[in-house]
């Protein structure tokens, strides 16, 4: 695949993330009847959003590594929590792993000549 299928998927991974993040603690299953704190967690995912929408590997790179924290909850909740909330920490997890690998696989095309012939040679 080329590095432009790879951005689709990761742009419309971190889209699919911020909104389910949004709905899922204002109005699905929030924390706190009447929604919490916790709708926050979308918020820290926003400033990403024009990096990977333009392409800039650098934003990639961070980001393979912030989104771990999203897997993380979601593998918690999924294994803590009952009923629907259950089942969307199953799609937290889901959406973060298209997500992640995405974001490897477009910096790993976008590579430098460069930066191939290092990492062959070590």
Known sequence: MTASRYQFIAS???IALIFLCLI??????????GGSWM??????LLP?????LRGKRYTYKWLSLFVQFYLLEGLTRATSDH????W???GETA???????????????????KEEKAAQQS
């Open 24 to 33: 899922w603690e204002a109005w699905l299953a929030p924390l706190k009847p």
């Open 39 to 44: 709708i926050l967690k979308s918020a820290f």
């Open 83 to 86: 009923g629907l909330s259950q």
């Open 88 to 90: 969307l920490a199953v």
């Open 95 to 113: 959406i973060t792993t298209v997500l992640f690998v995405s974001l490897i696989m477009y910096v790993r095309s976008t590579r430098a000549p």
């Open 12 to 14: 419309s991974s971190l």
């Open 48 to 52: 990403s959003l024009f990096g990977i």
